[in-house]
C-alpha cells in the first residue's frame, strides 16, 4: 500500500472582529473632533450670514452701542401760571440787532487784576400793536344810508424787545485775575443778565424811531378797510388817539 504523503495546507488568515468595548484609536477621535469643528464653524458662518442679510433689508432691529451716551430727560411737567385773552392786533413787527461792549471795572485798580468786559451781538424783536380791548362805544359809528364807518383807535404800542437766544451770541469775554479766581471758586449763574438787558433796552429803544408805528397805523387801517369792504361798506375812516 503506497504511503500518500501528507501535504500541509496554507494557513488562512480571518479579519479579526473588533471589540466593541475597545477605545477607539487617537487619530480617529481627533479627526472626528476636527469635523465637529469645521461643522460648527460653517453653522456659525451661516447663521451671521443669514443675520446680516436680514439686517441689510431691515427685517431684524438694530442693536445699539451698550457704551453709547444716554441722555435722560428727568424735567418736571410744564405749571400754567398764568393766562389771559389777547384783543390786540399785531400790525407789525421788526427784529432788530445790536452790539453791546460792556466794561465793569474797579476804580484805582489795574484791569488786569479787575476786569470783566463782555462783547455780545444780541437780536431781538418788537412788534407793535392795537389794542382792541379798551374801545368803548362811541368808538365805532356806523352810516347804514352812506355805508360809512368811522373808528377812533387808541394810539399803537410797542412791545419789550424778545431776545432771540438762537442768534444772540457772545463775541469775546475779558477778566482779570481776581475774577478769574473768583469764577473757579464760584460761578455766578446771572453773571450775563446785565448784558441781555442791556441789549434789550437798546433794541426796545431803537424800535421807537425806526417808524414802526406809522407801519402799524397803515397795517390796521388797511385790515379794517379789507374788513368792513367785505360787510358792503364803501367808506372807513379810521382815527388813531394821540400816544
Not at 223 to 237: I, K, Q
Request: glycine residues 6%.
Amino acid at each position: 500500500m503506497a504511503h500518500t504523503p501528507e501535504v500541509d495546507e496554507p494557513t488562512r488568515e480571518y479579519p479579526a472582529v473588533p471589540d466593541e468595548d475597545a477605545p477607539a484609536p487617537v487619530a480617529a477621535r481627533r479627526s472626528g473632533f476636527a469635523r465637529l469643528l469645521i461643522f460648527t464653524g460653517f453653522v456659525f458662518a451661516l447663521m451671521v450670514a443669514a443675520c446680516i442679510g436680514l439686517r441689510a433689508v431691515n427685517v431684524l432691529p438694530t442693536f445699539d452701542n451698550p457704551f453709547d451716551d444716554q441722555t435722560v430727560d428727568r424735567s418736571q411737567p410744564v405749571l400754567l401760571q398764568s393766562m389771559r385773552d389777547l384783543n390786540r392786533y399785531v400790525a407789525a413787527d421788526g427784529t432788530f440787532q445790536v452790539i453791546v461792549d460792556l466794561q465793569e471795572n474797579k476804580e484805582n485798580i489795574p484791569d488786569f487784576l479787575v476786569n470783566q468786559r463782555t462783547l455780545f451781538v444780541g437780536s431781538g424783536t418788537v412788534e407793535a400793536y392795537v389794542d382792541f380791548g379798551g374801545l368803548t362805544g362811541d368808538a365805532l359809528k356806523v352810516d347804514e344810508t352812506k355805508k360809512s364807518i368811522e373808528l377812533t383807535l387808541p394810539a399803537p404800542e410797542q412791545s419789550t424787545a424778545a431776545l432771540d437766544m438762537t442768534k444772540s451770541y457772545v463775541v469775546a469775554e475779558e477778566r482779570g485775575l481776581l475774577n478769574r479766581i473768583g469764577d473757579a471758586f464760584g460761578d455766578e449763574p446771572n453773571k450775563q443778565q446785565k448784558v441781555y438787558q442791556l441789549a434789550q433796552e437798546r433794541i426796545t429803544e431803537a424800535a421807537r424811531s425806526s417808524g414802526m408805528d406809522q407801519r402799524a397805523r397803515d397795517n390796521t387801517q388797511r385790515m379794517l378797510e379789507s374788513l368792513f369792504a367785505r360787510l358792503g361798506y364803501t367808506t372807513v375812516t379810521v382815527t388813531f388817539a394821540n400816544p
